[in-house]
């Protein structure tokens, strides 16, 4: 059996307390090596993260324009996505 090596980075401010307490938790309940939680990053490491992306992830339920989606989309990133919209 062969084993996947995926880390995960997490970006963003923590501005809700008990949304990123909860992140946490979930990644812990799912048993994710040493996930990465940035905050704030300037606009050199959010590129970085991009270029050494596999894929990006979104589930917000609250997005207007979801900037985030297009740069992953410019640098060639899958995108995986809800339904959702403003």
Do not use: N
């Not at 909860?22 to 270029?51: H, I, N």
């Amino acid at each position: 059996m062969s084993t996947i090596r995926t880390r995960v980075a997490i970006v963003g401010v923590d501005r809700f307390p008990k949304y990123a307490t909860a992140l946490r938790a979930m990644a812990k309940t799912l048993g994710l090596r040493e996930p990465q939680f940035t905050g704030r990053v300037t606009d050199a490491e959010l590129s970085a993260l991009y270029l050494r992306a596999r894929a990006f992830l979104t589930l917000s339920e609250h997005e207007g324009f979801c900037v985030p989606v297009v740069e992953a989309m410019a640098t060639g990133v899958p995108v995986v996505a809800s339904d959702r919209a403003a």
